[in-house]
């Protein structure tokens, strides 16, 4: 089973005017509301793509059962434990003439008996399952929290997939992940460096492999991305079209590689499947079809430079 840990979720209220005034009243065109955060997003779209899994992470107040209904009336099983306080609603504004503005809130405060919970959880894992550690880590949780989850997954015989930004990945690969997934921005902070291009890129992705993790997927935005192996270096071209909407498109990428690697444990076709899932999210306003996935993946060419 893979398990998908959401430790911060949101509701994603987005807003589109079609001019926005500081200090005025101001009348949406439209308006959406979705469940969000980085487990959850993959949680949808292994959903969309035919792919069993089971939501993981903390919940609170009207705004928690609000992700909660949501994520259920897709038929995507959840485990979620609940908490004082309102789970975060995080305001993307949007409109014609601006660029968009994002206000996220904070989130609850969790309990150590609730951290326990989590912890439980993680401990219950056996052999061939799969736990996705994905977003921001709450301030009233311990910083290194992913390092402890995955060295207990890890112990379990689990496979440990990570998708954070921030110098803990690096306390994080040591622990053994079978994936990784910064993009080439957070690779270059990992390491303190500027990383534009894939040949820059190259050289640190390796670095993670000697550190710990298992295999290492680079997003270069429209540039591609890569994927480094103990077997190989590869590099994926993505398919053309209009980027809408970027929010979600790393979470789509992961999703789409482990539902395709679930099936069938091949890392370059469960590789290109996951570069075409991130461009369908892209392309789209909301979260990738399995139709739009299909249609994408024959247009990603991978080839082996390393």
């Given at each position: ?139 009233s949780l311990p910083s290194n929290l992913y390092t402890q989850l995955s060295k207990i997954a890890v112990s379990r015989g689990a496979k440990v997939v990570v998708d954070i930004s921030g110098k803990v990945l690096l306390d994080i690969v040591e622990q053994g992940p079978f994936f990784i997934k910064p993009n080439h921005h957070e690779l270059g902070e990992l390491f303190d460096v500027t990383i534009e291009t894939a040949e820059e890129a190259i050289p640190y992705g390796k670095k993670l492999l000697e550190l710990g993790a298992e295999n290492v997927a680079i ?88």
């Open positions: 089973m893979i398990y998908t840990c959401t430790l911060n979720p949101s509701v994603d209220h987005i807003v589109h005017v079609k001019e926005f005034e500081l200090g005025s009243i101001n009348r949406m065109s439209f308006d959406a509301k979705y469940p969000g955060g980085k487990g959850i997003n993959v949680s949808r779209v292994l959903k969309r793509l035919g792919v069993e899994s089971e939501a993981l992470g903390f919940i609170g107040g009207f705004t928690g059962r609000f992700i909660d209904d949501v994520i259920k009336s897709e038929g995507i099983s959840t485990n979620f434990i609940e908490v004082n306080g309102d789970s975060r609603i995080n305001m993307k504004l949007t409109s014609d003439s601006t660029t968009e503005t994002e206000i996220n809130g904070q989130g609850p405060a969790i309990t150590d008996q609730q951290f326990s919970q989590l912890v439980n959880q993680v401990e219950s894992l056996k052999s061939g399952d799969i736990l996705v550690l994905a977003g921001s880590i709450p301030s997003s270069m935005a429209g540039k591609g991305a890569l994927l480094i192996t103990k077997d190989g270096v590869y590099q994926a071209t993505v398919p053309k079209g209009t980027v809408k909407n970027s929010v979600g498109a790393g979470d789509s990428l992961v999703a789409g590689f482990l539902g395709a690697y679930s099936q069938n444990p091949d890392l370059v076709e469960a590789f290109r499947h996951g570069v075409a899932s991130g461009s369908a999210t892209a392309f789209a306003l909301d979260l990738c079809t399995k139709e739009d996935v299909d249609r994408l993946k024959p247009e990603v060419d991978i080839k082996q430079i390393g």
